[in-house]
């Protein structure tokens, strides 16, 4: 029976979804495909996101995608010699015959996120700092390459190292790209490699700083500082030292100990530095020994340093001023300092910074120091519209349990305080009074808390010694802290640092210095991605590169032999669109045929 080949076309084009936002009009931009479905109707895919792009942009997809569709596709052939022929005098000494009938695929494994998270690994030249520093053991160990399987699986389908033993390795591509076999994934020799990284920590900061440099002209004038905390799923340790503690919890996991992770990023999100402090540790007291470290480590400069309240007291910032030469801040106040400067503000007239931003400045010249409080209109809305929504449930709320007949006293305060822990904000504006024995209660709407709680929403007060900075500046430097967020979410959720399953305390930390280099390979990525679509995310190009697959074809030959070629699966049309997007990656020697003849086509 001949076999019957259908042509497939597919279109794919460039749609955007419109979003009216404060008066303006936001276009979010999509490449999806029609797909034709059963009964003849055309369904559209969405293949990429891009978010918000410019012109510039838009026109660099439209060109790559015109170019896509208009390329034919080439394949290369691969001539073989069937057992029932002979093999032509041309091809005598070197042709093979072999059973095509009896061909058989073997080992599917995930390769193009692996080619392509070796490939960021080697553009932070990461291979060449490790193999300088981790040599191969006398029994032939290769530690280095175990540091980059153990770093590139966190990145793109991050587990325990149990699961990478016993499973993942031989579902990638990593031992064909490292050129090594399962050995290398000895879940002792895991382990052992985790206790040789510690030591070497400040020097990778030194050489991430330089190649941030190098790769992006990174700036580290402005420096972001934070403090995120990770928990474990173990009980306390009865070792005084160690790090492991209770204390506040980021996590919402008060049941659990933890450690505090300080972290140090510039506005670009690139990381500088970080420490692994005990989980006991008040972010007040942790901003003067990370200011001693850089220094120690880059030297004296005119650096700005941006946090939030919480982490500086009056002690540590009265000591930056008075450095020589003075260390500049930027940093969010605590609510209570508003209320005693409310007065002295109020006089003030308030100066339009940007569209929707206002500021007043209150200097204090005693001090060398300068107030900034600022007042986003968007922000306003927002949050007015969230507290509107958690006051209008929870008086719905209080109205039915008011209703409720037969209720003893004891549950009268427990769906009262459960009301409470669903809108604690919204809580605060009504004042409720229980009855001292009686299961019965009031409330009423605290009129005067509603008007300060009016005047604070959407406004920010900020002190800095950075007196003579445009105030536009300032708002523009303080509101880059999301950058730092952004880095705490990707390193628990895309990274999944927590929980940490660890028990010895040094393999904890070297447990979460493979996250950091996993998150300089995610940043180095999403720095790369950021000229060709804002929306584009490094988890939607790994998930979509992790489909191209990697087996081994198996011909028996007429000779009892056996032929074994490695080949790849074809990349579909998603694949390819990101492949031409990410040349540059992918233009080296050495890259596989399904990625050089995307490329070349």
Known sequence: MERLQRSVIRIM?????????????????????????AGGKVVQRQVLYLGEINDGQREAWCQLIDAFDEGSQRHRQLALFPADRQVPACAEGYGVQVRLDAMELHRPRQWGACFLACQLYEQLNLDRFWSARLPDSRKGTQWRHILQTLVCYRLIDPGSEWRLHRMWFEQSAMGDLLGADYGLVEIHALYRCLDKLLEHKTALFDHLRQRWQDLFGANFEVLLYDLTSTYFESSQPDDEDDKRRFGH????????????????????????????????????????????????????????????????????????RKADPPV?????????????????????????????????????????????????????????????????????????????????????????????????????????????????????????????????????????????????KLWKFYIQLVEIEAAFKNLKDDLQLRPIYH????????????????????????????????????????DKLA?????????????????????????????????????RFYSCPGAPAPLNECLTS
């Not at 084009?13 to 034709?36: A, P, Q, S």
């Not at 470290?293 to 650096?303: F, L, P, S, V």
């Not at 009074?433 to 509603?450: I, M, Q, Y």
Request: one cysteine or more.
């Open 249 to 320: 919890s980021r996590d919402k996991r008060y049941d659990c100990v933890q450690v505090v992770i300080a972290l140090i990023v510039t506005p670009d999100g690139f990381p500088l530095a970080y420490e692994v402090l005990p989980g006991n540790t008040a972010d007040c007291t942790t901003l003067r020994s990370a200011l001693q470290k850089i220094e120690a480590q880059y030297g004296k400069a005119d650096r700005i340093w941006i946090m939030d309240r919480g982490i500086p007291t009056d002690e540590v910032l009265a000591e930056m």
């Open 547 to 583: 489909a191209i697959q990697m087996l081994d074809v198996h011909f028996p030959t007429t000779d009892g032999r056996k032929l074994i070629l490695s080949r790849y699966t074809e990349l579909n049309a998603d694949q390819k669109l990101l492949v031409k997007c990410l040349k």
């Open 13 to 37: 084009f460039l749609r955007f979804n419109r979003r009216f936002k404060d008066g303006k009009e936001h276009r979010y931009w999509n490449i999806v495909e029609n797909k034709r479905c």
């Open 328 to 472: 500049s801040y930027l940093v969010g106040t605590p609510k209570g300092r508003l209320s005693k400067l409310e007065k002295a503000l109020l006089k003030l007239p308030w100066q339009a910074v940007r569209e929707g931003i206002d500021v007043k400045l209150l200097r204090q010249d005693a001090d060398q120091e300068m107030y900034v409080l600022a007042q986003s209109h968007a922000r306003i809305n927002k949050e007015r519209a969230m507290r509107r929504r958690k006051l209008k449930w929870l008086w719905a709320r209080l109205k039915q349990i008011a209703a409720m007949e037969n209720l003893s006293r004891e549950e009268l305060l427990m769906k009262l305080g459960a009301a409470r822990a669903k809108a604690r904000a919204a809580w605060r504006l009504i004042d409720v009074e229980v009855a001292e024995k009686d299961a019965t209660f009031t409330f009423a709407l605290s009129r005067d808390k509603l008007r300060k709680t009016r005047r604070r929403e959407g406004r920010y007060l900020l002190r800095t010694n950075l007196c003579d900075e445009d105030p536009a």
């Open 503 to 542: 028990q010895l305390e040094h393999r904890i930390e070297a447990h979460i210095f493979v996250a950091f280099i996993a998150y300089c390979l995610h940043v180095t990525l999403r720095a790369k991605l950021k000229p060709l679509a804002p929306g584009l995310t490094p988890r939607a190009v790994l």
